[in-house]
């Protein structure tokens, strides 16, 4: 009897133990989740003041610290990128973010094909998601021409801004300021439409 109370005293301890790690993981995630945040709000500051150039810099700083699922430094470097006219540098920040890829030779064995895959797939995402949007302005939106602008951004409704606006919040709930499903697949396809040259 007493091995077996030693045995899960020990399991016990261990659980405990991989609470402990698997609870600083998180709290280094949210740690790092609201340091990406603060840089992303300080370049949509710098952005507000007409500083863009200051702000796309301060926007790579993030997207480098951003965790793997924060998407608004990305998604605001290439929309800035994009409005400053270095579209070959906004579609290297957005699509290397979403996909891997980057480099303006769409012509490179593999390349062009690879591009029009992921075009077909955003163009179906694109239809998926206006079909299930309940938001009247996203089925407006998703007919927006890959020609557009590239995008509404989450907090236009109410700011008239063009950028993401990140808000602080609780752990991995947050959703205030993030980026639509949908925005994400306007960008890829006016991004992916510029690569394609279409």
Known sequence: HGTSSRTSNGKRKREGEEKEEGGERDA????????????????LLLAARGRNLEACTVLRRA????????????FNLA????????????????????????????????????????????RNERSRLSALSDDPSDRIK??????????TPVDAREQGGGVTRAEGGGAGGDEGGKVS?????????????YRLGS
């Not at 997207?63 to 990305?74: G, K, M, Q, T, Y």
């Open 28 to 43: 280094d995630v949210n740690t790092a989740k609201l340091r990406c945040i603060a840089v992303n709000n300080k370049a």
């Open 63 to 74: 997207v480098l610290i951003a965790p793997p699922f924060e998407d608004r430094p990305a």
């Open 79 to 122: 929309v800035l990128l994009w409005r400053e006219g270095r579209k070959d540098e906004a579609a290297d920040a957005w699509l290397g973010f979403r996909y891997g890829v980057s480099g303006s030779v769409p012509n490179a064995p593999g390349v062009r094909g690879h591009y029009q895959q992921l075009a077909a797939q955003a």
């Open 142 to 151: 998703s007919h927006v021409p890959p020609r557009a602008h590239p995008t």
């Open 181 to 193: 499903a949908l925005q994400r697949c306007l960008l890829d396809l006016i991004l992916l439409g």
